[in-house]
Every structure is written in C-alpha cells, then in structure tokens.
C-alpha cells in the first residue's frame, strides 16, 4: 500500500534523528579518547583553527579529519573560486534547524492565569511556537577542494619572536580583568594574584614566552579567580588544581597557535593523569570552557588587531553547510 504524504514525512524526519543520534553518540564515546596527550595536542590545534564553531562542531570535524585546516559548505567554496573534488566525502556536523508549530493554548490574562468562557472552560487561542532541531550538513576541508587559492596566514612562522608582539601584547593587556605588571624573574614563568587581583610575569623571557604566559595566567584571571574582601581570600575553587591549570594552559595553546605562535613544545601529557578519573560531563564541560573562552580571547585579539587578523570564511556567512559559526550548545 502506497504510504501518505504525512507517513512518508514522518519516516523521513524519523530517519534524520536516528541520523542525528548515531552522530551525537560518536560525539560522546570521543571525548574520553580525546583526553590522551597526543590526541589532546591536536584537537587543540584544530580548536585553535575552528575558533568559531560550538565545541561539538569542532570535535566532530576533528574526528572525521584530524588534518583539517579550513572547512566550509560546498556554495561557499564555490564563492572563494575553489570547487570540491569529485569523489570527496562530506565532513558531518550538526546545525540548527528552528521548526515553527502552530498550536491551541489556553488565553491568559495579565497575571498568567485562564480566561475562562461563558461555559466556564479555558478560552483558546492560536499560537506559534518555535522547537529547537538539528539536522546533518555537509562541510568539506580545504584540502578536498582545489582552484583559486585563499590569503595566507600573514604571520610567519615564529620562534622566539612574534610579528606584531607589542600590538598582541596590548590587546591581551585590554582583555584582562586585572592589572598586568612584570617581575624579577621567578622559578615559576608567571602567576595570577588571587590576594592582589592582579598578573604578575617574569621579565626578560622570549616574546613567545611572554605571550604563552600572559594569554595563561589571563585565562586564570577570567575563569578561576576567588573573591577578596577586606584583604583576605573568601570561597574555595569550584575546581581542583589540576582542572585549573589544564584549563588554562590550553586556553594559551589554543590562541597563541591560532597566531601562529608555536608553543608545542610545551607538553600536554600530564592531561591523561588529570582526565583518568573523570566523568564524562566533567571532560565535556572542561572542552567547552576552554573552546569558549579561547575564542572569546581570539575575537577580542583580531579585533584590537586587524593586520593580524586571518578569517577566511566569514562566521557571518550561513548557507545552508556553514551554520556551524553559530553556537549550538548541544551538548551542554
């Protein structure tokens, strides 16, 4: 028997969320695998890359292409001169999808109570109501298209020192909520003051040092600093040590290697101790943090820095295959 219009729709919507569940539980069983030092490294660098997009999107690119270096939907590409190879396969990743429903609610009066009728029984009134959806798209890296080729990076490959360091060094200055001031060289590169609600760092380090440090211990002024009043620390961390530091370290990672300022050589496999014991929502809430807050610091750094600034798809394009600039939130 030939299935109806409705019966054919609600096999197909059927279909997209078992889709839509097979691609968020693959998202899920990655991110404990996400937390070994070596895995750990690169899905920062790919974050430091993706800035824009929700940390689900930017796990789920980083799982289907490791080496991703810039991804878009297939009209977009077509915009920048540069077409997708035949035979390439679509990178998945979630977006939204806003469904609008008409329904009967009850009428309600100025304090939200039932108008009721005549007959005594609630009046009723039409009303549209929107439900929040996902549905698959399609992106594909810039290493499956070929054509016209994009503006480079204009930030040369550094090592001691980085180009435009006063410039980045002021804008990370503006960001921070506290004061900055350099000290005599310590055994520690640099600290953030709970009881001084302020940055202190070591003088006369590498420029990539300096940078590396301040973009840390600002990360910890905005994320993990406790109350002070009458001069003595009040409260206690709302995470351990270890969270703390991880946290802020690869914040730094994440924004100076958007920069192109490598700081690889800092190690990232104390990561697999800190990660072993914890719980799934604990490692997601960690990432999520971090992906957040790194692109909070590399927004305001591009802004205060447009010579430096390098956005070869625009977050404010959104065909259909580039609404992953938005933030998702999905898995929260």
Same mark, same amino acid.
């Given at each position: 028997?030939?299935?109806?219009?409705?019966?054919?729709?609600?096999?197909?919507?059927?279909?997209?969320?078992? &889709?839509? @569940?097979?691609?968020?539980? @693959?998202?899920?069983?990655?991110?404990?695998?996400?937390?070994?030092?070596?895995?750990?490294?690169?899905?920062?660098?790919?974050?430091?890359?993706?800035?824009?997009?929700?940390?689900?999107?930017?796990?789920?690119?980083?799982?289907?292409?490791?080496?991703? &270096?810039?991804?878009?939907?297939?009209? *977009?590409?077509?915009? +920048?001169?540069?077409?997708?190879? @035949?035979?390439?396969?679509?990178?998945?990743?979630?977006?939204?999808?806003? &469904?609008?429903?008409?329904?009967?609610?009850? @009428?309600?009066? %100025?304090?939200?109570?039932?108008?009721?009728?005549?007959?005594?029984?609630?009046?009723? =009134?039409?009303?549209?109501?929107?439900?929040?959806?996902?549905?698959?798209?399609?992106?594909?890296? +810039?290493?499956?298209?070929?054509?016209?080729?994009?503006?480079?990076?204009?930030?040369?490959?550094? *090592?001691?020192?980085?180009? #435009?360091?006063? !410039?980045?060094?002021?804008?990370?200055?503006?960001?921070?909520?506290?004061?900055?001031?350099?000290?005599?060289?310590?055994?520690? /590169?640099?600290?953030?003051?709970?009881?001084?609600?302020?940055?202190?760092?070591?003088? #006369?380090?590498?420029?990539?040092?300096?940078?590396?440090?301040?973009?840390?211990?600002?990360?910890?002024? /905005?994320?993990?600093?406790?109350?002070?009043?009458?001069?003595?620390?009040?409260? /206690?961390?709302?995470?351990?040590?270890?969270?703390?530091?991880?946290?802020? =370290?690869?914040?730094?990672?994440?924004?100076?290697?958007?920069?192109?300022?490598?700081?690889?050589?800092?190690?990232?496999?104390?990561?697999? #101790?800190? !990660?072993?014991?914890?719980?799934?929502?604990?490692?997601?809430?960690?990432?999520?943090?971090? !992906?957040?807050?790194?692109?909070?610091?590399?927004?305001?750094?591009?802004?205060?820095?447009?010579?430096?600034?390098? *956005?070869?798809?625009?977050?404010? &394009?959104?065909? %259909?295959?580039?609404?992953?600039?938005?933030? +998702?939130?999905?898995?929260?």
């Amino acid at each position: 028997m030939r299935k109806t219009a409705a019966a054919r729709n609600a096999d197909a919507l059927a279909e997209r969320q078992e &889709q839509v @569940k097979a691609l968020t539980e @693959k998202l899920e069983n990655g991110v404990k695998a996400i937390f070994e030092s070596e895995d750990y490294a690169r899905y920062l660098a790919a974050m430091s890359k993706f800035h824009h997009y929700s940390f689900g999107n930017c796990m789920l690119i980083f799982f289907q292409c490791p080496e991703a &270096q810039a991804v878009a939907g297939y009209t *977009t590409w077509k915009r +920048l001169g540069r077409n997708v190879k @035949k035979g390439e396969k679509g990178i998945q990743i979630l977006a939204p999808c806003p &469904q609008s429903i008409l329904v009967e609610q009850n @009428k309600l009066d %100025e304090h939200g109570h039932a108008i009721l009728g005549p007959d005594g029984q609630p009046e009723k =009134e039409s009303a549209v109501i929107k439900r929040q959806r996902f549905k698959i798209v399609y992106v594909f890296d +810039l290493s499956q298209t070929e054509g016209k080729d994009l503006p480079s990076l204009g930030v040369d490959e550094l *090592t001691g020192d980085v180009e #435009g360091f006063n !410039s980045i060094f002021h804008a990370v200055e503006a960001l921070s909520p506290v004061p900055i001031h350099f000290r005599e060289p310590q055994v520690s /590169k640099g600290c953030y003051n709970h009881l001084e609600q302020c940055i202190y760092v070591n003088e #006369g380090m590498s420029q990539v040092q300096t940078l590396k440090t301040l973009i840390h211990e600002t990360a910890h002024a /905005k994320l993990h600093a406790l109350p002070v009043e009458n001069g003595k620390i009040v409260g /206690k961390p709302d995470k351990d040590g270890p969270t703390r530091e991880v946290e802020a =370290e690869s914040i730094a990672y994440v924004v100076c290697q958007h920069f192109g300022i490598d700081t690889s050589d800092y190690s990232f496999a104390y990561v697999t #101790g800190w !990660s072993r014991d914890k719980e799934l929502p604990e490692l997601k809430a960690s990432l999520d943090c971090i !992906s957040t807050t790194a692109a909070e610091m590399i927004d305001a750094i591009e802004a205060a820095c447009p010579a430096i600034a390098y *956005t070869p798809i625009k977050a404010h &394009q959104k065909d %259909e295959a580039t609404l992953f600039h938005q933030e +998702l939130q999905m898995v929260k």
